[in-house]
């Protein structure tokens, strides 16, 4: 008989909780074990035994790993990043889901699997926009704003905006990740003094640029929303021009 346990963690779902104590059995039995940095997974026959084959699983609709755990004459169809998460800490809150940090459902290593509610694993997946993503990183090299007032504006979690910031998360091309890494490090730029305004290499704008958007905005005539569109920034950017958080010099 095969069942399924580990897709829904709602408070009081006992098939969960009873998926979860099956994983711990096989643990202190000795015949289950797993990398935790690889997310590969491996069975005994034996006790403690020495003899180990990986569990490949499958992967179901939903693009998860699927593994088939036997117990009591039964097999038990559990989520691979629910076996590699529970090896190395124990157990899943209720109420709480992991979700795939890169949004790779496949890629179960430990440092790609986090917990968040459902409502923050709703946020994660599909409300942030790739436009989201340019504005967040630009709000942060600004220096005006910390990776946990991002995550306030944005109604997603720090280690999201982390994420972003990093690009590891809606990739950007054009995005030089290395003036990010100076911020979070709190290490010099690797060529020289940040420089500002249009002296610095990311810049998109030049001082003209923000001297007509100023005068835009003043004219009553343009909206952020236009304006942005027009430079092709954020509106976030737009913003802080107009506000002279950044390009104050000009």
């Not at 020289?192 to 030049?206: P, Y």
């Not at 942005?228 to 506000?243: D, E, F, L, S």
Request: hydrophobic content about 35%; charged content about 30%; aromatic content about 8%.
């Amino acid at each position: 008989m095969l069942q399924d346990i580990g897709e829904k963690r709602n408070d009081g779902d006992r098939n969960v909780n009873e998926g979860d104590r099956l994983i711990l059995k096989r643990f202190e039995e000795g015949t289950l074990s797993v990398d935790p940095e690889t997310g590969r997974i491996f069975t005994s026959k034996m006790t403690n035994g020495t003899k180990w084959k990986e569990l490949k699983g499958h992967v179901s609709k939903d693009g998860y790993i699927k593994i088939g755990l036997s117990y009591n004459n039964q097999v038990w169809n559990v989520l691979a990043h629910h076996i590699i998460w529970i090896y190395v800490n124990k157990h899943i809150p209720d109420g709480i889901v992991i979700h795939h940090i890169n949004n790779v459902k496949l890629d179960n290593r430990i440092e790609n699997l986090q917990l968040l509610t459902h409502v923050e694993n709703s946020l994660e997946h599909g409300k942030l926009t790739f436009q989201n993503a340019r504005e967040i990183r630009e709000m942060y090299l600004s220096g005006c704003y910390t990776q946990r007032a991002i995550a306030k504006i944005y109604d997603i979690s720090q280690r999201s905006v982390a994420a972003i910031i990093k690009n590891e998360f809606h990739t950007d091309l054009t995005y030089d990740v290395n003036l990010a890494y100076d911020i979070i490090y709190e290490s010099p730029i690797r060529h020289g003094a940040k420089q500002r305004g249009e002296n610095n290499s990311q810049a998109k704008l030049t001082n003209e640029d923000v001297k007509e958007i100023r005068s835009m905005y003043r004219s009553k005539r343009f909206s952020y929303k236009d304006i942005a569109k027009m430079y092709n920034v954020g509106k976030a950017t737009i913003g802080r021009i107009i506000n002279r958080k950044t390009w104050k010099d000009v």
